[in-house]
């Protein structure tokens, strides 16, 4: 073949197998840092979830536990207790008045920013990202999760 050049074949030396053991590693060291904050302020690893889900706004109590990947009476306990700590509460939704939508409070609001303030194991590693690392991590996270800019838009999970 005169006159054409093929590219290089990919080195496939970073596999599937190297990456999925860096993000566990990643996200067992973000698990333990969210969960020793959220412990911090007397919240389980769970309700801190609940928390950190409804920063982004209401949601009903099944799309919790969807978004939470549990069974919606799991979610029904975290809810009431994170209820009696007037950390959440409970509001008809406005368009389906069966369906309650759980509203973060500010005390609730409040609670989660402690907790993400509190990771200080996870904003040291996110620190010492220079700032093109920071956005090539951002849009590479967001094509794995499936969120706004992904490429896919579907992804193992919802959380983040």
């Known amino acids: 073949m005169s006159g054409t050049s093929r590219p290089a074949?990919?080195?496939?030396?970073?596999?599937?197998?190297?990456?999925?053991?860096?993000?566990?590693d990643s996200l067992a060291d973000?698990?333990?840092?969210?969960?020793?904050?959220?412990?911090?302020?007397?919240l389980t690893a769970s309700q801190a979830k609940t928390l950190t889900v409804l920063r982004r706004g209401p949601a009903s109590m099944r799309s919790l536990a969807t978004t939470l990947h549990?069974?919606?009476s799991n979610v029904t306990g975290i809810v009431d207790r994170l209820e009696s700590r007037d950390l959440v509460r409970r509001e008809p939704?406005?368009?389906?008045?069966?369906?309650?939508?759980?509203?973060?409070?500010?005390?609730?609001?409040r609670a989660v920013e402690t907790v993400r303030a509190g990771m200080h194991g996870t904003h040291t590693a996110l620190d010492a990202l220079p700032g093109a690392d920071r956005g090539a991590l951002h849009t590479l996270l967001r094509r794995?999760?499936?969120?706004?800019?992904?490429r896919t838009g579907s992804g193992?999970?919802?959380l983040g």
């Open 93 to 109: 939704s406005p368009t389906d008045r069966r369906v309650k939508n759980v509203v973060l409070t500010e005390e609730g609001a």
């Open 156 to 158: 193992p999970g919802t």
């Open 9 to 24: 074949a990919v080195s496939h030396a970073v596999t599937n197998d190297v990456l999925m053991d860096a993000l566990w």
């Open 144 to 150: 794995l999760t499936g969120g706004p800019g992904s």
């Open 70 to 72: 549990c069974d919606a």
């Open 30 to 42: 973000y698990y333990g840092d969210f969960t020793s904050a959220a412990s911090e302020v007397g």
